[in-house]
């Protein structure tokens, strides 16, 4: 029988918006013109594909494992674990744990690129006071982070709609097919899947959720759509809009394409920002999660949780690790 968790969270808080704010991220508003510019058109909506082929193929698996097991708190790992055994949930938990750790750093990153673009400020010291923003506010409360996403969803959807009502720089034909001359294929693709691999930011939530078996089906496949078709769209915009050797030079570009640049401005950095704190606020759940089944060392303090139901130590653990690759990274080495 289906276990549900009253005082949880919904589909659309708890799984679709964390989800399709960690899709829309860093790579759409930085990198997709890039990758246009170097792939051409074709070349783009094949890596685009192929990328959520990928994804799509991963949820519905997550989604048929989902309707044989009752799961608990650690999402993806915790689905695992139950359908395949301890075993083989830890050799896949691990990775993933730390996978998502490095998330919070690569997002981070993103936003100081951002933030140089207008103002003077070093690189590290922003990317640590950000670090240290997100950090507290993990701490503090997991439902408190995902309430504030409401309003990083409104600024996205402003800045998507400011981006397609923006002017066009290009007096000349778009490139259908791109000589890669900067990057090859897949070290194109390479910079673009971290794109579309945030669709377990809702399903590692799963320990807070109402209904988990529904909401982590319905919610998840819903934000991989959404983020195929915007992602899409992007893609054509910026061919038809940009030249070639503008898009290879200038990652920046998209600043000069929005009705209102302030929308642009704010969509960016919101919707970083929520990557970011996603992956901070997932990335303890999956290793409290491995520490209650023992399949990691210092087992007890890493499954500690508060009187709230939030797993502190890991906590603290995951933002040590990214606070550590943060400052020891750039952007597209994260990718």
């Known amino acids: 029988m289906e276990k549900t968790h009253k005082e949880g969270l919904g589909t659309f808080e708890g799984v679709y918006t964390p989800t399709v704010l960690t899709i829309l991220g860093v790579v759409m508003y930085l990198r997709m013109g890039w990758i246009v510019g170097n792939s051409g058109i074709a070349g783009t909506l094949t890596i685009i594909i192929l990328a959520h082929v990928i994804t799509i193929a991963t949820t519905?698996?997550?989604?048929?494992?989902?309707?044989?097991?009752?799961?608990?708190?650690?999402?993806?790992?915790?689905?695992?674990?139950?359908?395949?055994?301890?075993?083989?949930?830890?050799?896949?938990?691990?990775?993933?744990?730390?996978?998502?750790?490095l998330s919070v750093a690569f997002y981070i990153t993103g936003f100081t690129e951002v933030w140089n673009s207008f103002f003077d400020h070093p690189s590290w010291l922003v990317g640590l006071v950000v670090w240290g923003m997100l950090t507290v506010l993990s701490v503090v409360s997991a439902k408190l982070a995902f309430r504030i996403q409401y309003f990083i969803l409104g600024a996205m959807i402003l800045s998507i709609v400011s981006f397609i009502m923006g002017p066009s720089l290009n007096s000349g034909s778009s490139v259908l097919i791109g000589d890669f001359e900067q990057s090859g294929y897949w070290s194109t693709f390479a910079i673009f899947f971290p794109a579309v691999t945030g669709i377990l930011a809702g399903a590692s939530m799963s320990g807070e959720l109402k209904n988990p078996r529904k909401s982590i089906i319905r919610g998840t496949l819903a934000a991989v759509m959404t983020g195929l078709g915007i992602y899409i769209l992007f893609a054509l915009l910026y061919a038809y809009r940009v030249p070639?050797?503008?898009?290879?030079?200038?990652?920046?570009?998209?600043?000069?394409?929005?009705?209102?640049?302030?929308?642009?401005?704010?969509?960016?950095?919101?919707?970083?920002?929520?990557?970011?704190?996603?992956?901070?606020?997932?990335?303890?759940?999956?290793?409290?999660?491995?520490?209650?089944?023992?399949?990691?060392?210092?087992?007890?303090?890493?499954?500690?949780?508060?009187?709230?139901?939030?797993?502190?130590?890991?906590?603290?653990?995951?933002?040590?690790?990214?606070?550590?690759?943060?400052l020891a990274s750039n952007l597209n080495s994260l990718a």
């Not at 309707?67 to 075993?87: C, F, H, K, Q």
């Open 244 to 326: 070639e050797e503008v898009l290879l030079s200038d990652n920046s570009i998209i600043f000069q394409l929005g009705k209102y640049k302030i929308l642009i401005v704010a969509g960016i950095m919101g919707a970083v920002l929520s990557s970011a704190l996603s992956s901070l606020v997932s990335a303890p759940r999956t290793l409290a999660a491995l520490a209650e089944n023992r399949s990691i060392p210092f087992a007890k303090i890493f499954a500690n949780k508060t009187a709230n139901n939030e797993p502190r130590n890991a906590v603290i653990v995951s933002s040590l690790i990214s606070l550590v690759v943060l």
């Open 60 to 101: 519905l698996s997550m989604s048929s494992m989902l309707t044989n097991i009752d799961i608990g708190a650690g999402g993806a790992y915790a689905i695992v674990s139950r359908s395949l055994g301890l075993e083989i949930g830890g050799a896949i938990g691990i990775p993933l744990y730390f996978s998502q750790a």
